[in-house]
């Protein structure tokens, strides 16, 4: 049974819901691995500077400076929280590297924790205190979207880094895989650390509600925030006469009083709806009686939500050249768009435009394709990964 220490920035938070986070995807990814391993993970959280004064009370100054342990679906988590002082985000991270790095040895030593491997999502938030970890052992690391934006900003000295600190490095979309690819990083890998779906069942053995109503029903599920584009989204469907679709809108966040001013300035009232945020499975209902799922978000690192749309059988539209770039396949089961409010409105009326028998042939697609995306088969697979870079054996690529 080995052991496997996480150091990541997105982890799902248990008793702490003044923190904030966008997502839980790398629980998602190892939560099933405590059956075979032994896991420990270091949950990172950036704090922004608007947020300093909640530790003028004391209870939250304590989990600051020694960080806050919690027991998440049976593995043990330390957060530690990275107060961001400064303009530059990695000034931040560089002052709070000694605290990180002490906090982790002495939680670690308190558990009788040695790693026998380490594992590292969004290496660039780590790179001030990974580095001085001095634990006689392999480090992987995982590239996500905000890696590709350091890249961008450090380019060969980030590449020097990865290859200097890790056995081998990985990506988390086929898009962030050829970024890195043409830096000629030597210890990059070529399997794709994919996420997965939960609650798959068997769409095919059920009656198709879809592309029969007459109106097509068309979902957003997200952050109602500014790179997800749901503006974009709103002026394309415009364009289309109202008594053709309705749209509804799934999520919370700081653009929607605007987004909500910009339907009303358009007259879309009747057609766009905001129905606030639920659990997965009121998501899934509203996403089995929608045609169309579009989110044309940019700096995506891959967009589970995507895959959660096509698991419902959902025409599911993507933006070009992101995370979902390599699962949807343009055309077969799904729609790569550049976010444009012209090809998005393009797209959309071409789908509409189009037969059910058409329809329905690309809904059967993605279902189909999701079936490979199970979660826990996806956990398994990047265990597995992780495993044959700890007892030295050559990689295994995704079929």
């Known amino acids: 049974m080995s052991k496997i220490l996480i150091i990541t920035p997105i982890y799902k938070i248990v008793g702490r819901k003044e923190l904030v986070r966008d997502t839980e995807c790398v629980h998602d990814l190892v939560k099933y691995w405590k ?26 100054l304590k989990y600051f400076l020694n960080g806050y342990n919690y027991d998440c679906d049976g593995i043990p988590v330390t957060l530690i929280e990275k107060q961001n002082l400064f303009i530059k985000q990695k000034w931040g991270y560089k002052f709070n590297a000694p605290k990180i790095n002490y ?19 969004i290496p660039s938030c780590s790179n001030y205190f990974v580095k001085n970890l001095n634990y006689n052992c392999k480090k992987i690391a995982v590239l996500h979207y905000t890696d590709v934006k350091y890249l961008n900003q ?20 086929k898009f962030i895989y050829e970024i890195f690819k043409n830096y000629k990083l030597s210890n990059l890998r070529e399997e794709i650390i994919y996420s997965g779906v939960s ?5 095919e053995s059920k009656p198709n509600l879809k592309f029969k109503q007459r109106k ?28 053709l679709w309705n749209l509804n809108v799934i999520g919370a966040g700081p653009m929607q009083k605007k987004y909500k001013k910009l ?70 089961n799904g729609y790569l768009v550049e ?40 956990s398994e697979r990047y265990l597995k990964i992780v495993m044959k870079i700890l007892n030295n054996e050559s990689g295994v690529k995704y079929e």
């Open 199 to 203: 609650n798959i069942d068997n769409r």
């Open 263 to 332: 339907v009303q300035k358009l007259s879309l009232e009747k057609n766009v709806h905001f129905l606030g945020t639920f659990p997965k499975n009121k998501v899934f209902e509203y996403m089995d009686k929608a045609d169309i799922f579009c989110m044309p978000s940019v700096k995506e690192t891959l967009g589970l939500v995507y895959l959660e749309a096509m698991s419902r059988g959902c025409i599911t539209i993507g933006t070009i050249n992101e995370g979902i770039d390599g699962i949807i396949q343009n055309g077969y």
């Open 216 to 243: 097509v029903e068309i979902i957003y599920v997200g952050k109602l925030i500014k790179r997800k584009r749901l503006d974009f989204l709103i002026k394309a469907l415009c364009k289309i006469d109202d008594k």
């Open 103 to 121: 906090i982790i040895k002495k939680q670690l030593q308190l558990n009788n924790f040695i790693p026998n491997i380490i594992v590292v999502h």
């Open 154 to 173: 450090k380019g060969n000295k980030f590449i020097k880094f990865l290859q200097n600190n890790y056995e081998a490095v990985f990506c988390r979309s």
């Open 35 to 60: 059956k075979e391993h032994n896991i420990y993970v270091i949950n990172v959280y950036p704090s922004g500077l608007r947020k300093v004064l909640r530790l003028l009370k004391p209870q939250q």
């Open 339 to 378: 976010s444009n409010v012209e090809k998005i409105y393009l797209l959309i009326k071409d789908i509409i435009n189009k037969n059910i028998k058409e329809k329905e042939e690309i809904s059967k697609n993605a279902i189909k394709t999701i079936q490979l995306y199970n979660e826990k088969d996806m």
